[in-house]
């Protein structure tokens, strides 16, 4: 085989080569089956002899209502049993399918906060705002100044120096 792929006009003029002798056996496939159903219709269905008198229309009547009433029957029998066949046959499916097991993707990463996540799922819809920490209480802390006597510093140093004393005893 050559290295040369082949030109666009050619492979247009292949394709509709190709579809003009599909659309001929579209059109004789047509045609046989319109001649199959005359066919079958002038087999079964023979032409009713309207000759005669009314007792003879009248007995021609009622076998052509038994036949149909034949039909009808068999036609629900027949309906009947390819809707059993459909559920059979898309159980069968989803066995397949289930034995075949789902293939999961890899996924990847993705770094987006959760406003960004829901706008995402949600589109336009999305109003409600995940940021926690503007809906938190803000606490403010009172600065406790100490007062500062002026007292006696030696006190305040002989206070401390018991409360070493007591650290190193136990």
């Known amino acids: 085989m050559s290295d040369k792929k082949m030109t666009s006009s050619r492979r247009h003029h292949l394709k509709s080569l190709i579809l003009s002798i599909a659309a001929g056996w579209l ?3 047509k045609k ?3 001649a199959a159903k005359e066919a ?3 087999e079964n269905c023979p032409a009713p002899n309207l000759s005669g008198d009314h007792a003879a229309l009248m007995e021609t009547c009622k076998k052509m209502a038994a036949l149909l009433d034949r ?3 068999e036609r629900y029998d027949v309906a009947a049993k390819v809707g059993k066949a459909d559920i059979e046959i898309e159980d069968l499916k989803i066995k397949v399918v289930d034995l075949a097991g789902v293939k999961k993707p890899a996924l990847k990463k993705v770094r987006m906060s959760a406003d ?3 706008k995402a799922l949600l589109g336009s819809k999305h109003t409600v705002n ?3 920490r503007s809906s938190l209480k803000q606490v403010k802390k009172e600065v406790k100044e100490e007062s ?3 007292g006696d510093w030696r006190k305040n140093i002989e206070d401390k120096a018991d409360r070493k004393k007591m650290f190193e005893t136990s």
């Open 27 to 29: 059109a004789q496939e």
């Open 32 to 34: 046989d089956d319109i």
């Open 130 to 132: 995940l940021d926690l």
């Open 71 to 73: 039909l009808d029957e």
């Open 40 to 42: 079958h219709m002038a």
């Open 148 to 150: 500062v006597e002026a």
């Open 116 to 118: 960004a996540m829901l």
